[in-house]
Every structure is written in C-alpha cells, then in structure tokens.
C-alpha cells in the first residue's frame, strides 16, 4: 500500500505544500520512505517518487507516458510560449532536433570571453565594498552578472543599449510566473490584478524587443555566432524546416526563464558552501594560483581546474536550483509497485534524491572529493541529475557547465566571501532553491 503524507481534513496536505514546499516533502520522504502519496481537496491526486529507479522510470524507461504536468506548465506558457522547457510530445522533439545544435560544447566555447569578463564588470563593483570590508546580499548582484551573460550569448551586444529595460521586464515575467505556482488556488486569468497588469506590460515589452530583433537580422540576412543566430539558421536535419518567428522568440525567452536565475542560485550556493568550508575554500584558492595564476581564466583552463569543477559539482548535489521535477501520466502506470492513476501530478526531487542514504556517504556533508572518480559522484546515474536526465535532458547545461566554473575562478581569483554570523543558509520553496533571506556575505580582498 502507498504511505500517505500527514494532512488536515478537507484540504488535506494543501496548506502545507503551498507554505513549505521543500520542508514538506522532506519529511514526507523521512517519515514514509521512497514513495508518497499527499491527500488533496477535490479528488487531485499527488505523488514523491524519490528512489533512483523511480525517477528513471518516469524520466526514461516510460517517457512518453509521462508529459511535463500541464496544471504546472500552464503557469509557465503565458510567459514562455511553447519553447522546450514547456512543449511536449512530438513538437518538442522536433523543436529539440532544431535547437540542440546551438548548444553544443565546441561552439558554446566561444561564449567564454563575454562570461569572464561580466565577472570581471561585477569584480570592479565590488572593489570599493571589499576595501571597506562591507557585507551585501550578493544574491542580487549575481543575478544580474548571469541575466548579463544570457542577453551578451543571445544577442551579442545589440542588447547593450536596453539592457536595464529588458532585464526589468524579464525579472517582472519571472516574478509573475513564480507568484502563480506558489497558489494552491489559481485565480482567473481574467481578474485585472496589479501582478497581471504589470506582467502583460512586461511581456510586450519584451516581446516586441526579441520580434523586432528577429525581423532586423532576417531582413539583413547577418549571420551572428550568437544564440539567437544559431536559432534562425538552424534547420532539422531530417525535415530541412526552419524555426517560425514565433518559435524563435519562444526559445529566446524560455533562456530567460531558465537561464540566468538556476546558474545565479548556483553561484550563490556555491559561495556560501566556500564560505562555510574555509579548506576547501583554500585548495580552490591554490588551485586558481597555480593554474590561472593572476591573468583572466579562459575556457582551456577548466580541465586543470579539476578540484573547482568538483567543488560546483557538488553545490548542484546539495542545492540543486531545479530542485523538483513534475510529470503526469497519460495512463494509468505503477511506479515501483505503487500504482499511479492517469492525469495524477507525479513529483521527482533531485534535492533528495541526492541525499538518500542509500546511494550517498555522508549525503548532508559537503565533500567535493566524492566526484573525483567522475561527472556522477560514482551514483547510479539517476542518483545524481542537476540538470534532469533522460530525453528531456537541459540543453543549456553545457552553458552552465561552462559559465559557473569561469566565473567563480574569476571572482574568487580577487575576493573571499564570508557568511553573515548568525546567518542560517536554509532554501526555500519556489520554481528554483533560492535562500530564504538572501545570502548576506562579507566581501573582501583575497590575500
């Protein structure tokens, strides 16, 4: 029989999903094991699979069975389109043929440059604080290096000019979209709130942006070595069709969404993990000396940067920023003998399935040594996926996988970080971990 999770009468563990996502799953996982089901209001049914082999089932061995939810995916469309992170079945597929080539790790390499040196316009910034040896969120101001990095590699520097404007539109439409997946109750869409006004108004800004740039570079016929070129001159490679504008503009913007906010958290937690773990801070540092020594880091650097990647790899185990995983199925299905009826929401956790114990030594422990023999930490592989797994896998995980480390080696190369005292590194629920209250660090020059 499936463990049921605590709940009240008649909303059951509603209140409590939507005050403490993370919190609730946590200890419906502790308490009830590898599968659990959460009583709902309405007849709604709700499923944890936790196990690596639960995962692998939904994500892999029975994929097509298994849709991204649409009650989530609903929320994100109105911002997003039907780009990948929102298309399913036979569209995505063939929007994945069009859209993968761009991603790939030999030309994402050109986008080194434009990533070293946001981290080196943040770096100037942050002189006069560490100087004075100050303390500030810096959660804000890797949010905006990141959302830097994303409009450079998708517009090159065409964007320069609107930067501020369309960065604000982009924080309003991702605001937005996160305010309505934290309501257990969806209000109508046609209710003319101040979030949805402001919303609207973003969108069109953006959106006539990114279809003004789209019908300038298809007027003139440049060919750009951006993200936004590859897009309007990729063509499927079975089919020889061409992206619309429309799907174009929705790739662009699904960037937006996806982008900038997982690789700025990532950063953030990696910082803070450093700041707790003064050792391991010290051997990046060696590293960093030894390697890079006192110039800019480049992309060649990375594979000598061995114990920095492993330092990241290991943030992404504790603090994955896509931290759940939704499905549902389109028929009725059993998931590790626990039968799941069709139309349910089924629910993944990379953010606890990288800590079972049955899979990790130590897996509350910081220890970036446990990835020194490979990319999985020596897990099954479905024990270990920051960025999915299966077909669905994340394009753009080659870019994060390029930008954290350069980064990182960029600013640790000039700064120390050091947590506030008294300051409690918690996550907290929305679309992505964030921490709760910020990460309040003092900055200041390394030795």
């Not at 008649?10 to 946590?26: A, E, H, K, Y």
């Not at 989530?72 to 994945?96: A, C, M, W, Y």
């Not at 930067?163 to 869409?189: D, H, M, S, W």
């Not at 740039?213 to 490679?237: H, K, Q, V």
């Amino acid at each position: 029989m499936t463990p049921v999770a605590a709940g009240c009468p008649v909303v059951g563990s509603g209140p409590d999903l939507v005050r403490d996502l993370v919190g609730t799953f946590t200890r419906a996982w502790r308490e009830h094991g590898d599968f659990v089901r959460f009583p709902l209001p309405g007849g709604r049914r709700m499923y944890l699979a936790v196990h690596p082999a639960h995962i692998q089932h939904v994500l892999e061995d029975r994929q097509p069975n298994y849709p991204k939810d649409p009650l989530s995916i609903g929320k994100f469309e109105p911002f997003v389109g039907q780009g990948l992170f929102t298309s399913n079945g036979d569209f995505h597929f063939r929007q994945r043929r069009l859209a993968q080539p761009a991603f790939s790790g030999a030309r994402i390499g050109a986008f080194a440059p434009a990533m070293v040196d946001a981290a080196g316009d943040l770096a100037r910034r942050w002189r006069p604080v560490a100087r004075a040896g100050e303390t500030l969120d810096v959660t804000g101001d890797l949010f905006r290096l990141a959302l830097t990095v994303v409009m450079r590699t998708l517009f090159s520097t065409e964007v320069d000019a609107v930067a501020g404007k369309i960065a604000t539109a982009v924080r309003t439409c991702n605001a937005y979209t996160n305010l309505r997946l934290q309501r257990f109750v969806e209000l109508p869409p046609i209710l003319p709130t101040r979030a949805r006004r402001r919303f609207l108004a973003a969108r069109a800004e953006l959106d006539e942006f990114v279809y003004g740039l789209i019908a300038r570079r298809r007027e003139t016929g440049e060919s750009t070595s951006d993200l936004l070129g590859r897009f309007l001159g990729a063509t499927d490679p079975e089919t020889g069709a061409r992206m619309s504008d429309r799907q174009v503009r929705d790739e662009v913007v699904t960037i937006f969404l996806g982008g900038y906010e997982t690789t700025a958290l990532s950063l953030t937690w990696t910082l803070s993990l450093l700041s707790r773990h003064p050792e391991a801070e010290r051997r990046v540092r060696d590293e960093l000396a030894e390697v890079v020594g006192g110039r800019e880091p480049r992309a060649e650097d990375l594979p000598k940067l061995k114990y920095l990647r492993m330092v990241y790899a290991e943030a992404l185990r504790l603090y994955p920023p896509v931290w759940t995983i939704s499905r549902t199925p389109l028929e009725d299905d059993v998931i590790g003998g626990h039968p799941v009826e069709r139309g349910a929401q089924v629910f993944l956790s990379p953010y606890l399935v990288h800590r079972h114990p049955e899979f990790w030594v130590n897996p509350e422990g910081f220890d970036p040594e446990r990835f020194a023999g490979g990319p999985t930490g020596g897990v099954p592989r479905y024990a270990y996926l920051p960025f999915s797994r299966g077909p669905r896998l994340c394009p753009g995980s080659s870019i994060a996988l390029l930008e954290a480390p350069l980064v990182l080696a960029r600013l640790l190369g000039e700064f120390r970080f050091s947590l506030a005292p008294g300051h409690r590194c918690v996550p907290t629920s929305n679309v992505f971990l964030y921490p709760e209250g910020g990460m309040p660090m003092r900055v200041e020059e390394a030795p």
